[in-house]
């Protein structure tokens, strides 16, 4: 049989045969975004970097590393950056993390195990102790793009102040931080394992934050994802479990330009609140101070709190600011519970959540006639209905404290044949465009928005969401 071979862009090659004969295409692998010279790997980083850091090499950090404004560095798949101090990566200029599902990327610290068993205190869990700072955006940042990249152990007390503008000496540090309102955030398919405070701490910007898995946010407060003003953008398809606070936050303080607008759609938040003691704080989602978006489709496991929408007004001696209620719309959210007290908080006391007819547990089967938004009552007829049947992860839930969970280890999010979640959904709505918009691209910018889906949580059936 004759070939002809033909090189195409994105290294696709399609042999063609003869009229007669038959057709074959082979697909190779994309060759990889080099920029600037390879990156030295011979001795350890610390001050000023850029160019490339080449597949499968490995790191050592020994300082601070910057990459100064102008400047760009890009991380191809299997490279592995391990931190031997409390240092962090500050980002003046533009930083591309590039893995790949088969090639990840680590930002890690070498040797140090993870303590995943249920009930390991986080007094002593490495998970919490800030072993490393973090990547740190500065306002002069434009562009970070980090794609399946594992980041762990994060949250260290930063050292050499400053390091990046708003980071204060002697104060713990974020795994990410970004706030540059006219830039561009996009973190997919990812892996952010333990900290100190906030997971991600983000004042502005332009964001997709879609198909991650969060695990162990936060020692003893702190969400996953705490946003501020000036951002918009889409959080879906995420997993977040253990978190100290909320899995996402969104509100409008700071005092940036455009408002906060943020999508939640389809995310999975799986015992999420426990390590925040304060009554009224932790759970699932929230929003806060003139923060408008959506939050749809949903799945809630076992958290603290369900959605917390704040009104104005002191709550238990804080000053609380409402979300901009008048634009934020939700509904279509499943909330499954092990415990009367976390039954009792489905809507939770003194907020201004509206139960939805479309929520689940449908809010008629235990919410009393004439239930007004923020009242107490008794949510016994919700206990254990409606369980999302995940594939491996059972409900309920086989520990005596729910706040022993905190890592996904093994579990399997995915929903069984029978569950309630399937396709109690909706579509009506698009993801969140910003303006201008987040780039499509598989270097430089977004590789997918993922439009919401009919199943609820973060692994629709179709196998659009999350690839954990």
């Known amino acids: 049989m004759m070939r002809l071979f033909r090189l ?24 990889r975004l080099l920029i600037g010279k390879p990156v030295d790997n011979t001795a350890p980083l610390g001050g000023a970097v850029k160019g490339t850091m080449q597949q499968g090499q490995s790191f050592d950090v020994n300082a601070n590393v910057i990459i100064n404004a102008g400047d760009t560095l890009v991380i191809q798949p299997g490279v592995k950056i391990n931190f031997l101090g409390n240092y962090n990566f500050v980002v003046k200029g533009t930083l591309l993390s590039l893995g790949t599902q088969a090639q990840p990327v680590y930002f890690t610290v070498k040797g140090l195990a ?73 973190l997919e398919d990812s892996w952010l394992y333990g900290s100190t405070n906030d997971m991600m701490t983000i004042l502005g910007g332009r964001i997709n934050i879609m198909r991650n898995t969060f695990e162990k946010g936060g ?30 936050k969104a509100g409008n303080g700071g005092g940036k330009n455009p408002q906060t607008n943020v999508y939640m759609y389809n995310n999975t938040f799986v015992h999420c609140g426990y390590r925040r003691t304060q009554a009224g704080r932790g759970g699932s989602l929230n929003y806060e101070e003139g923060a408008r978006g959506v939050y749809y489709n949903n799945l809630m496991v076992n958290c603290k709190y369900g959605p917390r929408v704040v009104g104005s007004g002191n709550y238990l001696g804080n000053v609380l600011v409402a979300a901009d209620t008048a634009n934020l719309r939700y509904g279509y959210n499943l909330n499954y519970v092990d415990s009367l007290r976390l039954a009792n908080e489905i809507y939770p006391t003194n907020f201004l959540t509206k139960p939805q007819a479309t ?110």
């Open 8 to 31: 195409l862009p994105l290294a696709a090659l399609t042999l063609l045969a003869g009229c007669t004969d038959s057709v074959e295409t082979v697909e190779l692998s994309a060759p």
């Open 114 to 186: 993870k303590t995943d068993q249920p009930g390991a205190s986080p007094a002593t869990d490495p998970a919490y102790q800030g072993k490393w700072g973090g990547i740190l955006g500065d306002v002069t940042c434009p562009l970070m793009v980090i794609k399946w990249t594992h980041i762990e152990f994060c949250g260290g007390v930063a050292v050499v102040s400053p390091v990046s503008a708003g980071i204060v000496n002697g104060k713990n540090t974020n795994p990410i931080y970004f706030q540059n309102p006219q830039g561009v955030l996009d």
């Open 219 to 248: 020692k003893t407060g702190g969400e996953c994802v705490n946003v501020k003003s000036g951002t918009t953008g889409n959080i879906a398809y995420n997993v977040f479990i253990g978190s100290s606070t909320n899995g996402s």
């Open 359 to 468: 929520d689940l547990p449908r809010p008629g089967s235990f919410l009393p006639v004439g239930y007004r938004p923020g009242q107490v009552y008794d949510g016994t007829a919700a206990l254990r209905q409606n369980n999302p049947q995940f594939v491996g992860f059972p409900l309920p839930a086989p520990v005596q404290r729910l706040s022993d969970i905190a890592a996904a280890g093994t579990a399997n999010f995915r929903l069984g044949s029978g569950s309630a979640a399937i396709g109690k959904g909706t579509t009506s709505f698009a993801p969140l465009a910003t303006s201008p918009s987040i780039p499509l691209s598989a270097t430089y910018g977004a590789t997918a928005i993922t439009p919401p889906s009919r199943d609820l949580g973060a692994y629709p059936l179709d196998n659009s969401g999350n690839q954990h």
